[in-house]
């Protein structure tokens, strides 16, 4: 393999992450495993996320404000603003996912921000863009999923529109963010000048519709009937999820091989010969029959005796997990992605790193996310050489925590 530099590859790069709940924090969780100087901005009160459920610092929290240290800033005051400007001018990058205007209504805009740092990146995360008719519009993941098409895919054909399981407009929305925010620096080291970047969640998610879109196409651009755990254009079969003694465990067969591979190892080699799936197409065509052929050898085994027979035998599957399984994962546990950690208020938890790898370069470990300003003292002391003296009558006048 390839070896690349020893030190992080954003080592030296300064942000202020001023990110809240998921979407902007975790593009600032990916540049704090990069290796990069993140600060979490927070108000004296502390980030809304920390506050959610009401009993102590939620795991999503922690898990996404890793390898970062905090600041608390009161905004709202003078003084405020400007020791956020005055840190700007230090940063390479200063991110943020407040409702469209809210840092322009607080005075420290991204237009007055650049002005003091020309070269720097200013990265806004917002549900529905910086501009357009829709902007102002109030932009949770439900909302931008029930807006953006999800819902109306999601689910079986019989029942209501589904939400995803999972925060998915969030966190592409997070990854598209850190991505603007690269290529922006990649920009710089060119032309020596910083940008204004913005991501929108709704824009974000809608290249994953590909494969509905597509069957809508298909469709005479009628929509398009939801599918529940089958494929959305009906390209494919087998391609869903299956019953086991204990569970079930999901099956996709996309070449010949794959087909005819499962059907010897479910007994039922003889349809290979049979029209009816002679083709991927017309496998797809006859899908019911299909999955009445497979399922009877399923439903007599455990779901991972099935996904190893499967998986010896070259057929794409793999047992659904619960959560619990997946935090105890082997394989990711092996190659660091998740730790066991003891945090001081959870006791034992599973954390997260950074899924991209450097190859050459040390992982930075993990350090657990800041409490509430508790690296106020050493970030103004190294980004504005203030004195302890200062920032104690800072905090005495509740500009700072």
């Known amino acids: 393999m390839a070896q690349g530099l020893p030190t992080p590859p954003l080592k030296g790069v300064k942000v202020l992450d001023l990110g809240q709940i998921y979407n902007g924090p975790y593009a600032g969780f990916l540049l704090a495993h990069g290796g990069a100087d993140v600060v979490k901005v927070e108000p004296i009160g502390g980030e809304a996320l920390r506050k959610r ?5 939620p795991l999503s929290f922690s898990a996404l404000n890793t390898n970062k240290r905090g600041i608390a800033l009161n905004l709202k005051a003078e003084r405020g603003k400007a020791l956020l400007i005055d840190m700007a001018k230090q940063a390479d990058v200063l991110l943020e996912n407040f409702a469209p205007g809210a840092m322009e209504r607080l005075g420290v805009g991204p237009d007055v921000l650049m002005d ?23 932009a949770m993941d439900l909302t931008v999923q029930a807006v953006g098409g999800v819902m109306g895919i999601n689910g079986p054909a019989d029942g209501p529109p589904l939400k995803t399981g999972l ?26 000048q910083g940008r204004l970047v913005e991501i929108a969640m709704q824009e974000a998610l809608y290249p994953a519709l590909a494969s509905n879109v597509a069957s809508m196409h298909n469709n005479g651009w009628k929509q398009p009937e939801r599918r529940g755990n089958r494929h959305p254009t009906r390209g494919s079969a087998p391609y869903n999820v299956y019953e086991c003694v204990d569970g079930h465990v999901a099956i996709i067969c996309v070449t010949e091989a794959h087909w005819t591979n499962l059907l010897d190892v479910v007994g039922r080699s003889e349809l290979a010969d049979d029209p009816r799936f002679a083709t991927q197409a017309l496998r797809a065509q006859h899908e019911d029959d299909v999955d009445a052929a497979v399922a009877p050898w399923l439903r007599e085994r455990s779901k991972y005796e099935v996904a190893a027979t499967l998986k010896e035998n070259r057929v794409p599957a793999a047992p659904v997990r619960d959560l619990l399984e997946v935090t105890a994962d082997a394989h990711m546990h092996e190659r660091g992605m998740l730790h066991y950690v ?3 208020e959870m006791g034992k938890v599973v954390l997260p790193s950074s899924p991209l790898r450097f190859a050459g370069s040390t992982p930075p470990g993990l350090l657990l996310e800041p409490d509430i300003g508790q690296h106020t003292d050493a970030i103004l002391s190294d980004w504005l050489g203030m004195e302890a003296i200062s920032v104690a009558a800072l905090k005495v006048d509740g500009v700072v925590g």
Do not use: Q, W
């Not at 459920?53 to 610092?57: D, K, P, R």
């Not at 003091?116 to 109030?138: Q, V």
């Not at 925060?167 to 020596?192: K, N, P, Q, W």
């Open 53 to 57: 459920g009401g009993l102590g610092v």
């Open 116 to 138: 003091a740092n020309r070269r720097l990146i200013y990265a806004s995360g917002t549900g529905y863009g910086l501009t357009g008719p829709d902007k102002d519009n109030l």
């Open 167 to 192: 925060a998915i407009c969030d966190f592409l929305g997070g990854v598209h963010l850190y991505s603007g925010i690269m290529t922006a620096l990649y920009e710089r080291s060119v032309t020596g």
């Open 342 to 344: 003891e945090h001081p």
